[in-house]
């Protein structure tokens, strides 16, 4: 008989529903049908089910301890719709009883009702897209949501969850360095669990990217986007957050585990079109495209568009640049461990010039980033590209 190793694992679920697109998002998403989501997730379901073979088959025993329902926006799934998908995912793969089960929602979809339901479904933790806590901005980034609303549904989501996260973006066209204070003094009296914080990004082909290009407002220069990020990571740390990745705050013991699977270069495998998964040092991702992705599945084919092998000189260098996005760095002796060799001695070149200019620290047997390579963190991830 084949012995089962047992192996952990995140599973990210993309439903790529919207009731309208925010005018700053790029990730792959279709309007809002009930029945192409019902029939939708019975092809979700076809793609666990395949995986699920598909890994046992390896004897593999996988142990799911992290599952992340990202979108679009997964909120728009009924509490139902969702225990039917978490019963699947329990039956098809083992759950580890402390399992992390995070569910993205907007403000505006939610209700105490909604709440109580997903709750009971198996959802632990919600990750609440509120952005702003400024009615202008708000509009300017296509939310469907005000400032009082964010106020009271974030309110509501605690009494249902002891752990929940908010999104909030800055260097928002025409928000001054006050009005992001604003925000953030909002966002600390509503003293939620852990905050994500985004500079905002024109991506090409997004309503706010043809804005741009037909004149109507002007991007945030880079000395105030910095200003606005050093002014959170004071105000959040004084607060009682810690700082533990570059765009991540956490009060004790309520960091994403499901993020950090992703930082520490640890498995994952995603379902859903446009979907990414890394497994056994291979990178794949699927179809950004609903009727393909279905098709794909009809077919009885997973719907995966393309599969890169990452060599081991890859794998070092993406273990050490992701590993950098968490402020306690990259363990020197776990380097050690995964690839026998020296992270110091092999990246020596590429330390000392990064030493010199301030961007990384190395002590206690880890390598991280400076305050100041917090700022330029991408020129310091550049440094390890192979």
Same mark, same amino acid.
């Given at each position: 008989?084949?012995?089962?190793?047992?192996?952990?694992?995140?599973?990210?679920?993309?439903?790529?529903?919207?009731?309208? %697109?925010?005018?700053?998002?790029?990730?792959?998403?279709?309007?809002?049908?009930?029945?192409?989501?019902?029939?939708?997730?019975?092809?979700?379901?076809? @793609?666990?089910?395949?995986?699920?073979?598909?890994?046992?088959?390896?004897?593999?025993?996988?142990?799911?301890?992290?599952?992340?329902?990202?979108? *679009?926006?997964?909120?728009?799934?009924?509490?139902?719709?969702?225990?039917?998908?978490?019963?699947?995912?329990?039956?098809?793969?083992?759950?580890?009883?402390?399992?992390?089960?995070?569910?993205?929602?907007?403000?505006?979809?939610?209700?105490?009702?909604?709440?109580?339901?997903?709750? %009971?479904?198996?959802?632990?933790?919600?990750?609440?897209?509120?952005?702003?806590?400024?009615?202008?901005?708000?509009?300017?980034?296509?939310?469907?949501?005000?400032?009082?609303?964010?106020?009271?549904?974030?309110?509501?989501?605690?009494?249902?969850?002891?752990?929940?996260?908010?999104?909030?973006?800055?260097?928002?066209?025409?928000?001054?360095?006050?009005?992001? @204070?604003?925000?953030?003094?909002?966002?600390?009296?509503?003293?939620?669990?852990?905050?994500?914080?985004?500079?905002?990004?024109? @991506?090409?082909?997004?309503?706010?990217?043809?804005?741009?290009?037909?004149?109507?407002?002007?991007?945030?220069?880079?000395?105030?986007?910095?200003?606005?990020?050093?002014?959170? #990571?004071?105000?959040?740390?004084?607060?009682?957050? @810690?700082?533990?990745?570059?765009?991540?705050?956490? #009060?004790?013991?309520?960091?994403?585990?499901?993020?950090?699977?992703?930082?520490?270069?640890?498995?994952?495998?995603?379902?859903?079109?446009?979907?990414?998964?890394?497994?056994? *040092?291979? #990178?794949?991702?699927?179809?950004?495209?609903?009727?393909?992705? &279905?098709? %794909?599945?009809?077919?009885?084919?997973?719907?995966?568009?393309?599969?890169?092998?990452?060599?081991?000189?890859?794998? &070092?260098?993406?273990?050490?640049? &992701?590993?950098?996005?968490?402020?306690?760095?990259?363990?020197?002796?776990?380097?050690?461990?995964?690839?026998?060799?020296?992270?110091?001695?092999?990246?020596?070149?590429?330390?000392? %010039?990064?030493?010199?200019?301030?961007?990384?620290?190395?002590?206690?047997?880890?390598?991280?980033?400076?305050?100041?390579?917090?700022?330029?963190?991408?020129?310091?991830?550049?440094?390890?590209?192979?």
């Amino acid at each position: 008989m084949m012995k089962m190793n047992k192996d952990t694992l995140g599973l990210y679920l993309h439903i790529p529903f919207c009731q309208g %697109k925010c005018r700053y998002c790029d990730f792959y998403s279709v309007n809002f049908e009930q029945a192409l989501l019902e029939k939708y997730l019975s092809y979700l379901k076809k @793609e666990l089910l395949s995986y699920s073979i598909l890994l046992q088959g390896k004897g593999r025993k996988v142990e799911l301890e992290t599952i992340y329902f990202g979108g *679009g926006t997964p909120g728009l799934l009924s509490a139902e719709e969702l225990a039917q998908v978490l019963d699947l995912i329990s039956q098809e793969f083992s759950l580890s009883p402390l399992a992390e089960v995070s569910l993205e929602v907007n403000p505006s979809s939610l209700t105490g009702e909604k709440l109580q339901a997903y709750r %009971k479904s198996g959802i632990n933790r919600l990750s609440i897209g509120v952005q702003s806590f400024n009615d202008r901005e708000l509009s300017f980034l296509g939310r469907r949501h005000d400032a009082r609303e964010a106020r009271e549904k974030i309110e509501l989501a605690g009494r249902y969850f002891d752990n929940y996260s908010i999104d909030l973006i800055y260097a928002i066209p025409d928000q001054e360095l006050a009005d992001w @204070e604003r925000t953030l003094q909002q966002a600390i009296q509503l003293s939620p669990y852990h905050v994500s914080l985004y500079s905002l990004q024109i @991506e090409e082909g997004t309503p706010l990217a043809s804005s741009l290009a037909a004149g109507e407002f002007e991007e945030t220069d880079n000395s105030l986007d910095a200003e606005m990020y050093l002014l959170a #990571r004071q105000f959040l740390r004084a607060s009682g957050y @810690e700082h533990y990745e570059i765009s991540n705050f956490a #009060r004790n013991g309520y960091q994403s585990r499901h993020n950090r699977l992703y930082w520490e270069f640890r498995p994952y495998l995603g379902v859903g079109p446009g979907s990414h998964s890394f497994m056994g *040092g291979e #990178r794949f991702w699927n179809h950004a495209d609903l009727s393909l992705y &279905m098709e %794909k599945l009809n077919q009885g084919e997973l719907p995966v568009q393309e599969r890169i092998q990452l060599s081991r000189e890859e794998q &070092m260098a993406e273990m050490v640049f &992701m590993g950098l996005r968490l402020l306690e760095g990259v363990s020197l002796t776990e380097f050690y461990k995964m690839f026998n060799v020296s992270l110091t001695e092999y990246y020596a070149r590429e330390i000392e %010039k990064l030493q010199s200019q301030g961007l990384i620290t190395i002590g206690n047997d880890r390598i991280s980033l400076t305050e100041k390579g917090l700022l330029l963190g991408n020129l310091v991830f550049m440094e390890f590209l192979p």
